[in-house]
C-alpha cells in the first residue's frame, strides 16, 4: 500500500541548516570586544571605589580586582552631605519630569485633535526650542530667573529644565498620539467621552510605553544637567549632584578612591533607571513613527 503523500513529505523533508557568515561572525566578535572596552571603565571606577589609598597608589592602577575592599570611601562621600546634594538632585529631576511629560501630553493631545491652524503655529513655535542651544540662552534665563526671584533655589531650576525638555518630548508625544487609529477616537465620541476622558482611558493608556521611555530620558537630563546649577546657584542648600561631585573632586583631587565612590554613588540613579526602564525605552523609540 502506498503511503499518503503528506507522510512521504515528512519522511523526505530535511530541516535547512543555519549558517553563519564569516560576516555575522565578525560583527558578532566585533560586538563582544565593544561591549568589554565600553563596560572597562565602569568596572574600573565600581573596583577603585573600593579601594585603599594607599593601595592603589601602590598598585597597577589598570588592574581591577581588589584584595581587600573597602567601602570607608562611600562613607566619607556620605559624610561631606552627598545625602542633601542627592535628594536636591532627586526633586529637580521628578519634578522636571513629571511636569514636562504632564504639560506635553496635554498639548500633544489638542495638536493631534485640533484643526485650528492657530495650535499648529504654537506647535511649531514649540518646535524652535529644538535649534536653541542651552548655552545660547543661559544668560537671559539667569537674568529671568533673577527678577523673578528664583535664583539659587530650586525653583529656579526646575523652571527652565521644564522649558527646554518640552519640545522634544512633545515632539515624541506628538508622533505616537497621531498613530492612534482615528476609530478608536470616533468609537469613544459616539459614547458620549469627553476629550479628558479620551485621554487618560484612551492615549494614556496606549502611549504608556513612549511615556515611560522619554519620561526616563528627561530623568537623565535632568540629573546629568551641569550649567543651570552652575549659573543659576551658589549655596550648599540647593546645591545637586553634579556640581557637588566636580567640587569634591576638587577637594580631593589626590584621593581617587573617594572620588570614584563619589562617582559611583551619584550614576547610581542612572543605572537604575537604565537596569528597570531599558526595555520601555526600547519599546517607546520604536514607537510612534509608523506613518
Known amino acids: 500500500m502506498a503511503e499518503p503523500q503528506a507522510l512521504l513529505n515528512k519522511k523526505n523533508y530535511v530541516r535547512p541548516q543555519r549558517k553563519y557568515s564569516w560576516t555575522n561572525m565578525a560583527f558578532t566578535l566585533f560586538g563582544v570586544i565593544w561591549l568589554i572596552i565600553s563596560f572597562y571603565p565602569v568596572l574600573y571606577i565600581l573596583m577603585s571605589s573600593v579601594r585603599e589609598q594607599n593601595g592603589f597608589l601602590t598598585g597597577s592602577p589598570t588592574w581591577l580586582p581588589t584584595i581587600h575592599p573597602t ?5 566619607t562621600v556620605l559624610q561631606a552631605g552627598f545625602v542633601h546634594f542627592f535628594f536636591n538632585s532627586l526633586i529637580l529631576s521628578v519634578v522636571t519630569v513629571i511636569f514636562t511629560v504632564a504639560f506635553s501630553l496635554f498639548l500633544a493631545y489638542v495638536i493631534v485633535r485640533s484643526r485650528n491652524s492657530a495650535v499648529r503655529t504654537i506647535f511649531n513655535v514649540f518646535l524652535i526650542g529644538l535649534a536653541l542651544p542651552i548655552q545660547a540662552a543661559i544668560i537671559p534665563v539667569y537674568v529671568l530667573i533673577t527678577k523673578i526671584g528664583l535664583y539659587d533655589s530650586l525653583g529656579g531650576l526646575i523652571l527652565p529644565s521644564i522649558a527646554f525638555g518640552i519640545p522634544l518630548t512633545l515632539l515624541f508625544l506628538v508622533n505616537f ?3 492612534i487609529p482615528n476609530e478608536l477616537y ?18 494614556t493608556p496606549l502611549a504608556m510605553p513612549s511615556i515611560i521611555s522619554i519620561a526616563i530620558y528627561q530623568f537623565i537630563l535632568a540629573w546629568n544637567n551641569f550649567l543651570f546649577p552652575l549659573v543659576l546657584t551658589q549655596s550648599d542648600s540647593v546645591k545637586v549632584l553634579p556640581l557637588a561631585v566636580v567640587q569634591f573632586q576638587g577637594d580631593h583631587s589626590l584621593d ?8 559611583t554613588l551619584s550614576a547610581l540613579p542612572l543605572l537604575i533607571a537604565y537596569i528597570f526602564g531599558g526595555r520601555f525605552i526600547r519599546r517607546g523609540m520604536m514607537a510612534g513613527f509608523g506613518k
Open 177 to 179: 498620539v497621531r498613530d
Open 71 to 75: 567601602f570607608s570611601n562611600y562613607l
Open 186 to 203: 470616533e468609537s469613544m465620541e459616539i459614547e458620549g467621552a469627553s476629550d479628558f476622558k479620551m485621554l487618560f482611558h484612551l492615549v
Open 256 to 263: 581617587i578612591p573617594v572620588t570614584m565612590a563619589a562617582v
